[in-house]
């Protein structure tokens, strides 16, 4: 007995849970509607659609999505709604979970089982718990649902593809949660030049290292606004400004509005 409890319960334990918060738990039913465009939740984002059918096209694949699939999106994507003929009703679950692999390009889209839908309702009536049980039960109900994916049973924390230079900057950004990091913090885990990391960093994105790591920010700031119950405060935090309104003067002059806009917005809708 001993003998198992220092081999294999400490190892168990000392693994940390990868979700490490849920940003928002819905049930949303988009009218019929043209096209528009947007940008996904920060993190990992999940919706089942529960009834209608619509087109979208996000990563440069288009989709024909019907009642029954399910669509994840991963770290503020593009995406380009084409139309829906009829209402759509949906379940949409957003988390931070930066040590989760996104999933493969190629199971982006996929038709759920009859245990994913279940694990769904699981999660979303979780989420209508009286204060102080929710949290709890929304925590466990979403393990579970992560559990019936199947593309994600058994994947490493990242894969190859990931693994360049600038794309481990960008992961580490995510993962300590130092979103407003200096260009030398930058080239240590990447273990480049200052040259080297510019140069790496415009072949990835077009932009110098200090202009992404702004764009990363305020995608985040969006996404937070518009998807979270985070307030504010809390989001200008968790983002690494130490004074409220530094966060909202470089939002605005980023967007041409201040975040309170978008909270707005949120409200109106």
């Not at 593009?78 to 996104?102: D, R």
């Not at 190629?106 to 769904?120: G, L, M, N, P, Q």
């Not at 994916?149 to 130092?178: F, K, L, M, N, Y």
């Amino acid at each position: 007995m001993n003998k198992i409890q220092s081999r294999e319960g400490p190892a168990l334990l000392n693994r940390p849970c990868p979700v490490e918060r849920i940003t928002g738990i819905w049930k949303f039913t988009r009218r019929q509607s043209g096209y528009s465009r947007t940008h996904s939740l920060p993190g990992h984002l999940l919706h089942l659609v529960l009834s209608g059918a619509y087109r979208m096209r996000t990563n440069g694949r288009e989709y024909a999505i019907k009642t029954g699939d399910v669509i994840y999106y991963h770290e503020t994507e593009e995406v380009e709604w084409l139309g829906n003929a009829k209402p759509v009703s949906f379940y949409s679950i957003g988390f931070l979970a930066p040590s989760m692999a996104p999933l493969p390009m190629e199971t982006r889209v996929f038709h759920s089982t009859r245990r994913i839908r279940k694990a769904f309702d699981r999660v979303y009536a979780a989420s209508l718990q009286p204060p102080g049980q929710s949290t709890a039960a929304a925590y466990a109900a979403l393990l579970q649902l992560l559990l019936e994916i199947e593309p994600w049973r058994g994947r490493p924390a990242t894969s190859s593809a990931d693994d360049t230079p600038w794309r481990r900057c960008e992961r580490a950004v995510r993962e300590r949660h130092t979103f407003r990091p200096s260009v030398g913090e930058l080239c240590v885990v990447a273990h480049r030049s200052r040259a080297s990391l510019v140069r790496d960093c415009r072949n990835a994105s077009g932009l110098s290292p200090m202009q992404r790591m702004r764009a990363i920010r305020m995608e985040e700031a969006r996404g937070l606004l518009r998807f979270s119950v985070l307030s504010v405060s809390q989001i200008a935090e968790y983002l690494g400004y130490p004074r409220l309104h530094e966060f909202s003067r470089e939002f605005s002059r980023y967007f041409g509005h201040p975040p309170s806009t978008v909270r707005a917005q949120r409200a109106g809708n």
